[in-house]
């Protein structure tokens, strides 16, 4: 059970921004870990986004860009492009006993 | 290059045994923590073992008791033992490398995946 808690889908026309969030706790986001965002094509594996919260790995637009605050990210997508339908995960740290790497629901971005 | 190969998936009884491989190429495995991640049919991605770049070795709740990680160094190859498989482990499992020897990194490179499916 997922404890990165996303809206399940957001959908936006060519052009438009997007925004994903990603709520977390007092054990994850808020306790400062970092968090990080991957794309899923569907039927391939994912791919790093964004890194240590709003970094973005070479070669990915600077459409993407992400955020954090207390225990919340967020994802944003500018200049809204068909290539960007995809699933989106955020993950982070957990300090919990039942913790370590954990990823949330995932959110499914339509153009 | 530099990726990661997935192998060893396929079809396996309950309470059935696999040992999934993950080689590595253009980096090493002992550098790195190196993770499984696994993602069920249409659901989300589950975060199933680690290991750091000092042996240490964790698990998820899911799997804990049951599932093995290790790393042959001279194989540059990591590996997912996977005993007593129940249907609900059925997912593609994808290794992953953790951008640091330990800690809370991003994973930075995913392979490809490999099926496994549990069923009578």
């Known amino acids: 059970q997922s404890v990165l808690t996303q809206p399940p889908s957001v959908s936006g026309a060519p052009g438009q921004r997007v925004s994903i969030s990603c709520t977390g706790s007092?054990?994850?986001?808020?306790?400062?870990?970092?968090v990080h965002w991957y794309q899923q094509v569907p039927g391939t594996a994912p791919k790093l986004l964004i890194y240590g919260n709003n970094n973005r790995p070479s070669g990915v637009p600077d459409r993407f860009s992400g955020s954090k605050s207390g225990t919340s990210a967020s994802l944003a997508i500018t200049g809204l492009q068909a290539e960007d339908e995809a699933d989106y995960y955020c993950q982070s740290y957990d300090s919990s006993l039942s913790g370590f790497y954990v990823f949330g629901t995932g959110t499914k971005v339509t153009v | 290059e530099v990726q990661v190969v997935e192998s060893g998936g396929g079809l396996v009884q309950p309470g059935g045994s696999l040992r999934l491989s993950c080689a590595a190429s253009?980096?090493?495995?002992?550098?790195?923590?190196m993770s499984w991640v696994r993602q069920a049919p249409g659901k989300g991605l589950e975060w199933v073992s680690v290991?750091?770049?000092?042996?240490?070795?964790y698990y998820g709740d899911s799997v804990k008791g049951r599932f093995t990680i290790s790393r042959d160094n001279s194989k540059n190859t990591v590996y997912l033992q996977m005993n007593s498989l129940r249907p609900e482990d059925t997912a593609v499992y994808y290794c992953?490398?953790?951008?640091?020897?330990?800690?809370?990194?991003?994973?930075?490179?995913w392979g490809q995946g490999t099926m496994v499916t549990v069923s009578s």
């Open positions: 992953a490398r953790g951008a640091g020897g330990s800690g809370w990194y991003s994973y930075d490179m």
């Open positions: 007092s054990s994850n986001i808020g306790a400062n870990f970092d």
């Open positions: 253009g980096f090493t495995v002992s550098s790195n923590y």
């Open positions: 290991i750091y770049s000092v042996g240490t070795t």
